[in-house]
């Protein structure tokens, strides 16, 4: 039995798993970010909630996902970001820095 984390078993609760990001950007109160880092981007559900919420913003997803796990549905100016799992912090802090 694998135990490798699959993308499309997480997607098939798309809707319940994409809610709580929805109802989050509806909540922020942001004119017009010009970056976004989504840490933890996942398969990227979380990732078009934020591009169709803030769509003229740089949107970097980062994730220790293969870069072919990411199953977004139209194409998005989106960089998406493979890194180890320990990483994950280092990049957010130098990101933060920008």
């Known amino acids: 039995m694998s135990t ?3 993308p499309g078993q997480y997607l ?3 809707d319940e798993r994409t809610r709580p990001s929805i109802d ?4 922020l109160d942001l004119a017009s ?3 976004i880092l989504d840490v933890g981007c ?10 169709d919420r803030w769509p003229a913003a ?5 994730d220790p996902l293969q870069p072919a796990a990411i199953q ?3 194409p998005l100016t989106v960089d998406f970001v493979e890194v ?6 280092k990049t957010y802090l130098a990101f933060k820095a920008l």
């Open 72 to 74: 977004i549905g139209a």
């Open 33 to 35: 970010p010009v970056s």
């Open 42 to 51: 996942g398969p990227g559900n979380s990732t078009e909630v934020l591009h």
């Open 12 to 14: 098939k609760f798309r």
């Open 4 to 6: 490798a984390w699959d």
């Open 58 to 62: 740089r949107i970097t997803g980062l």
């Open 84 to 89: 180890g799992e320990g990483e994950a912090r």
């Open 24 to 27: 989050l950007a509806a909540r």
